[in-house]
């Protein structure tokens, strides 16, 4: 197996990202091709023992800034690590690419170098997200925020191919996200796509409120991308603003600050299971390849777990498993408006 | 002023009911009627020494129960103690309706019985939503799960003057939800109230992230009654499960559990920060009469608070600051759909 990493993509590249690929190919043993400024791939390479490794570099000359418009971006800069990858990717030189660079960039590259699966209306942004129970899968989380509710039947079928191909769950649980577990609950968009999913082979369980899908009460749980992106957001938010209370709170009298002292490997542990860095990047799922998309602040070891994601999805069989999915059952008519 | 309050609201009723009333009526000194089974009602007051406290029963032979369809227990049950309580604030008697009953047959009496403001196409729920920087406003919470772009405008009108009249905020920051701060982003609704809203007279901050939101970077937040219901529930899922999970790893070893025993008055403090039952009930903005909704776990403190939260919007001229706001900008036109 051979997995592109775009060597630009983090914020401090290209240190973490050159660190997590020798990590990757030290313990996993696939080959990882470095895309990117080839001098300075080479000057962080040699700051590693790479003796032995499957390492590789592709040299490309530009990168896709923030804040350009993705899609013109990927369009002006050819050389540009994401296209330069993506194109690997596309002639079947490779079978992943794992970026921690700006999503709507690799997002763009994805679509317009790689392309969808035929058959799929929209592809669709995940994220593994980590909860106590363990990671479940999460899509749409911010790619269209629009949707029709066969983009939802089209992510729950993808999200389950997910989770069982690159997370080893066996007959995914898949639900919707409503505001109420009935039938009848939910908006418009809601109550369309549960009759799609009930008529569907998918193990689908219904709809979930927050609180049974923070729970764990699903492996896959479809939604908007509007709603989904809300949703990752506010977990986010809520934690950091209750860590954030607690530890004012633990440092406003001497006898709490020390019990907040001898408490504190606990909530390293709370922290520690709920880092998305443990679990890899979010996926994008309907396009012809694997593609993982870390977070910018991504450290070496979270562009390892990144790879090691990529190498999952496609040992799995993931494209071709979503690919036969659809086939046995796509509600998505031809003379639908693409 | 008089009050109305639902005796036969709360999960337990009457108990928690009645002594909020006491409590209210006590603390406040404005007249209060207990509106349900006069027998229960009576033998509930029994127990509290209520001399010389502005308190009335007015008997009401029906219940509202839980499970049956809203509108159609409203229409069936005359002498229940939403409509009979309802219709008081109808014909003038009384000011506002606090009820700690169930969401949907409470918004179905308002509806049915009080009517919409002239003008208003949905009324929308609302909650003050607690937060470590004071309680903000967020609304539709869930009784419109589809909606328009006017919708929203009115949401952030009725909003902004509750939260001007009844919670004392000068010129609210006006805020919609989206994925993203920059006007150019969010969901097709959210892009076409943001229009509306850019051209209102009222003081509108642009879109906040969940981020924003949470830091209380803005006084009323609206969004559709979708997301603003998953929102809330999300808000609240995350943090039982954040605090299940420091409960967990604290018990886990003697020292961290020496420590979390040393720093529980700090948890204690957060959970009352975040206690939604300081700040009261959810209100039906929209409808001719002021209206609280109580969670049907209600305490008599909470009650209690419900009730100052109906006295503060009835003293602020909440109602005819809605009905002024629309009438200086309402962007829906006549001949739109009802």
């Known amino acids: 197996?051979?997995?592109?990493?775009?060597?630009?993509g983090?914020?401090?590249?290209?240190?973490?990202?050159?660190?997590?690929?020798?990590?990757?190919?030290?313990?996993?043993?696939?080959?990882?091709?470095?895309?990117?400024?080839?001098?300075k791939i080479r000057a962080e390479l040699a700051q590693h023992d790479v003796h032995g490794l499957p390492l590789s570099v592709k040299h490309a000359s530009q990168i896709v800034e923030m804040g350009e418009s993705p899609a013109q971006a990927i369009k002006a800069r050819p050389d540009s690590s994401v296209v330069v990858g993506m194109d690997l990717v596309r002639s079947g030189e490779a079978e992943a690419?794992?970026?921690?660079?700006?999503?709507?960039?690799?997002?763009?590259?994805a679509l317009l170098r790689l392309g969808r699966i035929k058959g799929i209306k929209r592809p669709g942004l995940t994220t593994p997200f980590p909860l106590p129970t363990g990671p479940i899968v999460l899509l749409d989380i911010g790619a269209n925020v629009d949707c029709r509710p066969e983009y939802l039947y089209q992510f729950a079928l993808m999200g389950s191919a997910y989770a069982e191909r690159a997370m080893g769950k066996d007959r995914p649980r898949v639900?919707?996200?409503s505001n109420g577990e009935e039938a009848g609950k939910g908006n418009a968009l809601v109550k369309e796509a549960f009759h799609l999913l009930a008529e569907s082979p998918l193990n689908f369980v219904g709809n979930v409120e927050p609180k049974e899908l923070f729970a764990g009460q699903a492996d896959v749980v479809v939604m908007d991308g509007?709603?989904?992106?809300?949703?990752?957001?506010?977990?986010?938010?809520?934690?950091?603003?209750?860590?954030?209370?607690?530890?004012?709170e633990i440092k406003s009298g001497p006898v709490t600050t020390l019990?907040?002292?001898l408490a504190k490997p606990a909530f390293g542990r709370v922290r520690a299971q709920l880092d998305p860095f443990n679990v890899g990047g979010a996926v994008?799922?309907?396009?012809?390849?694997?593609?993982?998309?870390?977070h910018g602040r991504s450290t070496g070891v979270a562009i390892k777990n990144a790879i090691?994601?990529?190498?999952?999805?496609v040992s799995g069989g993931l494209v071709p498993a979503i690919e036969t999915g659809l086939a046995a059952f796509n509600p998505v008519t031809e003379a639908e408006e693409s």
């Open 1 to 8: 197996m051979r997995i592109i990493l775009d060597a630009m």
């Open 10 to 39: 983090s914020d401090s590249y290209p240190g973490p990202d050159v660190a997590g690929a020798v990590l990757a190919a030290r313990e996993y043993g696939d080959e990882i091709v470095l895309v990117g400024d080839q001098a």
């Open 97 to 109: 690419f794992v970026s921690a660079g700006n999503t709507g960039a690799v997002l763009a590259g």
């Open 175 to 177: 639900a919707i996200l």
């Open 226 to 248: 509007f709603t989904g992106n809300i949703l990752v957001k506010s977990a986010e938010a809520v934690s950091k603003m209750l860590i954030g209370m607690i530890g004012k």
């Open 259 to 261: 019990g907040g002292l």
């Open 284 to 294: 994008l799922l309907g396009v012809k390849g694997v593609v993982i998309i870390g």
């Open 308 to 313: 090691r994601q990529a190498r999952l999805a």
